[in-house]
């Protein structure tokens, strides 16, 4: 009698192979990618020569198969889209060509795909792209899709770093089978909706403490970080957006010594007006409040950066760039946007700097002239990627300047400026390895500082120092300019005191 629960075993495990497109067209593809046959085969697994032998006709079986033809549909996707990209089909109001997309009212970095692309949250075709990346808009799509038999098996993600096992910016190691870590994407959840991790952990330690201000206080710092990466998990939980959290890094993003620095130079300021008119002046230090909480409003990149040259910026990516600094003529007045860098010469820079150099060397500004670009490591990218975790902890801080919280605001504070201190090669925080993150967010900080410093300027104060990322010194009226407060948007007065030399003349 027939064995029918072996047949339909058999009927369950039977699938067709992938098809391949010709062997001509494989080899164009590649090449059009600039990927030699050596990386493609490295990351697949193969030889050199067992890549040529594809490309004259042979065809690859089983599992290499399946990833061969993934990177065959994902080449042929990104020439697509790059075609796309260039084709003159409609002009924005910055002179940027307009990509083959059509916008959907979804938010600013949803759009809707000409054809569909796999997602990058299930494998399965998707007609959206979030922030440049394919995805379903409901998480109940990807189920479905997963449930679903499957037309074409888009296959495992790889990558010219993925082989059995690659070290990550840490030196641990990531397996094949799971070369990232991805923070899921979910529907969005209104900041309203979330419950209050930070109060329930402030009442909590009081409790604990019987009262203690102090020892509440101590208890809540250093429990700072895993207490900010969940609350980063419940403000993700409202996003659209898919998250790499431990990505391959570049060597510039690396430390070159234990302890030692990568190559990004992030632009801090340490500036001092060289010369003051004759006389005695009074200069009011102002403290900028919350430097780090506003920095966290800043571009950045979702997924693991990839490799681009020429003297190109695309506003939609994110990341660091190898940048020639144009010549600085206001010195005398103005603090240099790169900071103060003694060695000339080309040098990596994050996003950050280069959109502020970018911006005042525009017809609105011209303050220099543009950077040139050589190359950059970069990622589809968006601004509000923290805007729901720095609204919670602003909320929080206002609360607690308002009702006279010390304990509040101290554990706030330790949060975000714990959050980004760690985000590179740390043993602090295991959640989120973003090294390219962390730069950025402290030269945004920076960026925000040479801005309040050009406002101070254009609003007739003389700026007499600017230094890290909340320090600004002043000569004039500067309450006509700044606020002054503990609010993030106002400023404390640091210190008051008099340089140059009264005028003794009759």
């Known amino acids: 009698m027939t064995d029918f629960g072996a047949i339909d075993a058999l009927l369950a495990g039977a699938r067709k192979e992938v098809p391949l497109p010709p062997a001509e067209e494989r080899r164009a593809l590649r090449e059009e990618l600039n990927v030699s046959r050596a990386q493609l085969a490295h990351a697949l697994g193969v030889s050199p020569s067992t890549v040529g032998g594809w490309e004259s006709g042979r065809d690859p079986g089983g599992e290499v198969r399946e990833k061969y ?14 075609t796309a990209e260039d084709t003159p089909i409609g002009e924005d109001q910055g002179g940027t060509p307009s990509i083959a997309v059509q916008s959907v009212d979804q938010g600013d970095d ?27 808009m409901d998480p109940a799509e990807c189920e479905k899709a997963k449930a679903a038999p499957a037309t074409k098996d888009w ?37 309203a909706d979330a419950p209050d991790l930070i109060g329930s952990a402030v009442a909590a330690a009081l409790a604990e403490h019987a009262g203690d201000l102090e020892a509440a206080t101590n208890a809540l710092v250093r429990r700072a970080i895993p207490d900010v990466m969940a609350l980063l998990d419940h403000s993700r939980k409202g996003g659209r957006y898919d998250v790499v959290a431990h990505p391959w890094l570049p060597d510039i993003l690396r430390k070159q010594s234990s302890r030692g620095a990568d190559q990004i130079w992030e632009a801090r300021p340490k500036w001092t007006r060289p010369e003051l008119p004759p006389g005695e002046h009074l200069v009011t230090a102002l403290d900028m409040n919350g430097a780090y909480l506003s920095a966290l409003k800043t571009h950045l990149p979702l997924g693991q950066l990839e490799h681009s040259t020429g003297n190109h910026h695309d506003r939609r990516r994110a990341g660091v760039h190898l940048i ?23 040098l990596w820079v994050t996003e950050s700097t280069l959109r502020l150099l970018l911006r005042i060397s525009g017809p ?36 607690a300047i308002a009702e006279g919280d010390e304990v509040t605001l101290e554990y706030v504070k330790a949060m975000y400026s714990k959050f980004v201190s760690t985000l590179g090669e740390s043993n602090y925080n295991r959640e989120l390895y973003r090294a390219d993150w ?31 990322t909340d320090e600004l010194h002043v000569i004039g009226d500067w309450g006509a300019v700044f606020p002054e407060g503990r609010g993030v ?17 009759v």
Not at 69 to 82: I, M, S, V
Not at 324 to 346: K, S, V
Not at 439 to 455: G, Y
Request: glycine share 8%.
């Open 438 to 468: 962390m730069h950025l967010i402290r030269s945004q900080a920076f960026a925000n500082l040479w801005w309040k410093a050009h406002r101070a300027y254009d609003e007739g104060l003389m700026v007499v120092r600017a230094m890290g």
């Open 489 to 505: 948007t106002e400023v404390k007065i640091k210190d008051v005191y008099t340089i140059g030399t009264p005028d003794t003349a």
């Open 324 to 346: 020639t600094p144009p010549d600085w003529d206001h010195d005398a007045y103005l603090p240099n946007p790169i900071g103060n860098r003694d060695e000339p010469g080309p």
């Open 110 to 136: 949803v759009d809707v795909l000409a054809a569909p692309q796999p997602c990058v949250l299930c494998g399965h075709p998707a007609g959206h792209q979030v922030a440049g990346f394919p995805q379903h």
């Open 69 to 82: 033809a993934y990177f065959l549909e994902g080449a042929r996707t990104k020439l697509a889209a790059e």
């Open 155 to 191: 296959g495992p993600k790889s990558s010219p770093h993925t082989e059995s096992q690659r070290p990550t910016s840490t030196g641990r190691q990531v397996s094949a089978a799971h070369p990232v870590k991805v923070v899921p994407v979910g529907r969005r959840l209104k900041t």
């Open 364 to 399: 609105k500004y011209g303050l220099c002239d543009p950077p040139e670009i050589h190359e950059s490591w970069t990622s589809g990218a968006t601004e509000v990627l923290l805007e729901k975790l720095r609204v919670i902890l602003k909320e929080a801080r206002d609360r």
